[in-house]
């Protein structure tokens, strides 16, 4: 069964260093979406993607991050420079067709800021 | 802004027992998600729905539109049922943003 991929699993930067998760999404979904999980914390919406453009995203994305779609298979989030609060896990999803399909989730990258 | 609530936080069952997790929600949904999460961390959808049932092996869900409520009911559970059950409502206006509960962490004995 395809599957979303998201890499690498763990990232462990420095406060200020900016990083960037990967994910590709599933080959025939259109809808792109971002959470993250703060340790022992709900999972928050950070960014929906759909047609090249950002579709909504949360107050919590702000201008420190991006997302991007580079070559048509991946689809990256970037934090210009990480704080110690952007210690979280983040998912990333696809849906065939916005949130009236199912969303299937990769594993997630933790990212730990030193 | 919609607010989800899950009940219980944490559920311990023996094998083989009907286990009910409950999810309530303050504002009008289009749709409403079950999903699983595992202790490794990855999630996996269970149910999207937007009215009345939906099963799927030992897993039914039910959603309440007037009563803004769902439940997730998981029949003769097994302890690899073992995990934190999250739902995650959609609505709001927003055609994008999915409100997620706190959780449910799930634990089936053998």
Redesign the interface.
């Known amino acids: 069964e395809p599957e979303v991929t998201q890499t690498p699993s763990h990232q462990v930067t420095q406060m200020g260093q900016e990083v960037i998760l990967r994910c590709v999404p599933i080959s025939n979904h259109l809808?792109f979406?971002w959470?993250r999980?703060i340790l022992g914390?709900?999972?928050?919406?950070l960014v929906?993607f759909?047609n090249n453009e950002i579709?909504?995203k949360?107050e919590i994305f702000d201008d420190q991050f991006s997302v991007e779609r580079p070559d048509g298979s991946n689809f990256t989030l970037k934090i210009r420079s990480t704080k110690l609060e952007d210690s979280a896990?983040y998912?990333c999803?696809s849906s065939v067709q916005?949130?009236?399909?199912?969303?299937?989730?990769?594993?997630?990258t933790?990212l730990t800021v030193t | 802004k919609n607010e989800v609530e899950q009940s219980p936080q944490n559920l311990t069952a023996q094998e083989g027992e009907f286990i009910t997790i409950n999810c309530s929600y303050s504002v009008g949904i289009?749709?409403l998600?079950w999903?699983q999460q595992h202790p490794?961390?990855?999630?996996?959808?269970l149910f999207?729905l937007s009215s009345g049932k939906k099963k799927h092996g030992r897993l039914i869900a039910t959603i309440n539109i007037q009563e803004k409520h769902s439940s997730l009911h998981i029949t003769a559970s097994h302890p690899r049922d073992s995990a934190v059950y999250?739902c995650?409502a959609?609505g709001g206006g927003?055609?994008?943003?999915?409100?997620?509960?706190?959780?449910t962490l799930l634990t089936v004995n053998p």
């Open positions: 809808y979406y959470y999980q914390q709900k999972v928050e919406f929906s759909y579709s909504e949360s896990m998912f999803a916005g949130l009236g399909s199912p969303l299937h989730f990769g594993n997630g933790r | 289009s749709a998600h999903l490794g961390g990855g999630i996996v959808s999207m999250i995650a959609r927003s055609n994008y943003k999915l409100t997620f509960g706190k959780g």
